[in-house]
């Protein structure tokens, strides 16, 4: 099976990691990108090389899935290590196994602690919980992969503890535009759903809470579906059993052809067959269908279980972002949730790396009222974030002046070059957290940048990479982006260097006046 070029990519990405002896790394691709392929072709590489590997996850439908992936990518057969089955005295040297079964102690004492050199962990937005942990500590020796779906900033933080590096990210915006994922389009329906009542657990929403708040929406909901689903394959996400099963009944009344699924369901295999062969329409279930189940042909996505764990918000989403013959794209269908609290995840929150423009883009969309494209939505709220800080920055740097800096903000130089990835940095890992180094504070200021403002080491890197990057590619330095902005100039930090010299020559020969005949808000350093 040839592997797509980001999956080629990633694949000697984690080789490279090992190879230069980082022991735990990670992988992060977009559902339906073909993360168990990757892990897959990784898997076989690993055989090759003479190891035994242990494919680790947390239910059984994941563990079908790799060892029925890895059997028709590579042609090699699995062990299973869960319940009464287990891999001991087997031939094959890969292992699929169960964590709840693996973390037994009585289980992991029969096997060495060199028994696996290689763990992959499939889902590994579960692993920093003890059961992973007590599986990961007995084969201390082992190299270690962890893959996961785009894990929200709360997820890296805390993956950051267990893994040692991002091997290698493919983002969703660049999935839909290489032409693998589907494009998505997103619309707020206008119907406020109070959850100013509903308790949290575990860091998210009580589940039975927000059946509770949900029930009195549920007719009202079922109308504006009417105006968008009618012609669509949808799937419907709520939080609890008998919500699901009350709204399907609703949507029946309403004219659908709904279903619902849930764990208990006796035919459930038979109501999946039905809804992908277009027996039903809509398809209803309590967060049974966020992992494990794909069908592409789904272009409508419902999220009726409002979360702050972004994690599992992309998951809901990824049932629908697939490509299928004749899918132009998915339709989103998101609400106007009341909390007191403002940390819910929105369309806005699968693209948007910076929470400014998210909160931005997420209130545009609010205001349009009609589907939108979410890459097109999320440019134009950085558009306007910009704008906004723009406004701010203009009243900072006439404080600036005041103080006469020769220095540049950090601020200023993210702001002017329009560095949304530096404005918005958030450290994962360990060595990133720790304050900036002496030499890594000298070179900056060196440079043109104040560094009294850098609270950690990722950053001091990711802005010196940015500034030799910047050099290699003839762009305006942070001193001439100082002195320009400082007399009015606009955008200087997406200028050419010798563009900016000849101005500030220019300047220079006038007194350290602008010239009459340029007008520094209207001149784009041509």
Request: with cysteine; hydrophobic share 35%; proline share 4%.
């Amino acid at each position: 099976m040839e592997l797509r070029p980001y999956q080629q990519e990633a694949k000697d990405s984690i080789f490279t990691e090992w190879g230069n002896g980082i022991q735990k790394t990670l992988l992060v691709l977009p559902t339906g990108c073909g993360k168990t392929i990757v892990f897959a072709k990784v898997t076989e590489e690993c055989v090759r090389n003479g190891d035994r590997v242990l494919i680790l996850a947390h239910r059984g439908e994941l563990l079908d899935q790799a060892s029925d992936k890895i059997a028709k990518a590579t042609g090699l057969g699995c062990a299973t290590e869960k319940a009464e089955e287990s891999c001991l005295g087997s031939w094959f040297r890969i292992v699929v196994g169960s964590v709840q079964s693996m973390m037994r102690e009585k289980r992991l004492s029969r096997f060495p602690k060199d028994y696996f050199d290689t763990i992959i962990i499939d889902e590994a937005h579960h692993c920093i919980s003890d059961s992973y942990q007590r599986v990961l500590q007995h084969f201390p020796q082992s190299k270690v992969l962890g893959v996961t779906a785009t894990p929200d900033r709360g997820d890296m933080k805390n993956l950051g503890t267990v893994f040692e590096s991002l091997a290698y990210e493919y983002t969703l915006p660049k999935a839909i535009k290489e032409g693998y994922l589907s494009p998505i389009k997103a619309v707020t329906i206008p119907l406020k759903v109070d959850l100013t009542g509903v308790g949290m657990q575990s860091g998210d929403f009580k589940a039975g809470d927000l059946g509770t708040a949900l029930d009195p929406y549920l007719h009202e909901i079922a109308e504006e579906m009417r105006k968008y689903c009618q012609d669509r394959k949808t799937v419907v996400f709520l939080p609890l059993v008998k919500t699901s099963q009350k709204f399907r009944d609703i949507l029946n009344e309403n004219g659908f052809r709904a279903a619902e699924v849930n764990g208990d369901s006796q035919d459930r295999a038979q109501i999946l067959e039905d809804f992908e062969a277009g027996r039903y329409n809509v398809l209803c279930n309590s967060m049974l269908l966020t992992e494990g189940w794909d069908c592409p042909s789904v272009d409508c996505i419902v999220v009726l279980r409002p979360t702050k764990v972004r994690s599992l918000y992309c998951q809901m989403v990824g049932r629908g972002t697939r490509l299928s013959p004749g899918k132009e794209h998915l339709l989103l269908l998101d609400f106007l949730w009341h909390t007191e609290r403002h940390e819910l995840c929105h369309p806005a929150h699968l693209i948007c790396e910076s929470e400014e423009v998210a909160r931005k883009m997420t209130e545009n969309l609010e205001e349009a009222g009609y589907p939108m494209d979410i890459e097109e939505a999320e440019k134009t709220a950085a558009e306007d974030v910009v704008a906004q800080r723009e406004e701010a920055l203009a009243k900072q740097l006439a404080e600036m002046k005041r103080r006469k800096k020769k220095l540049v903000d950090p601020l200023q130089f993210e702001m002017s070059i329009q560095a949304e990835d530096l404005a918005g940095y958030v450290p994962a890992f360990g060595w990133e957290m720790s304050p900036p180094s002496d030499k890594q504070k000298q070179t900056l200021e060196k440079l043109g940048i104040l560094p009294d403002e850098i609270d950690n080491a990722g950053k001091a890197s990711k802005l010196l990479e940015r500034l030799d990057k910047r050099k290699q590619e003839g762009l305006t330095t942070p001193k001439q982006i100082r002195f320009l902005e400082s007399r009015g100039f606009l955008h200087v930090g997406t200028w050419q260097f010798d563009a900016a010299k000849n101005l500030i020559d220019r300047i220079a020969a006038n007194g350290w006046r602008v010239p009459h005949d340029i007008n520094p808000q209207e001149y784009r350093g041509a």
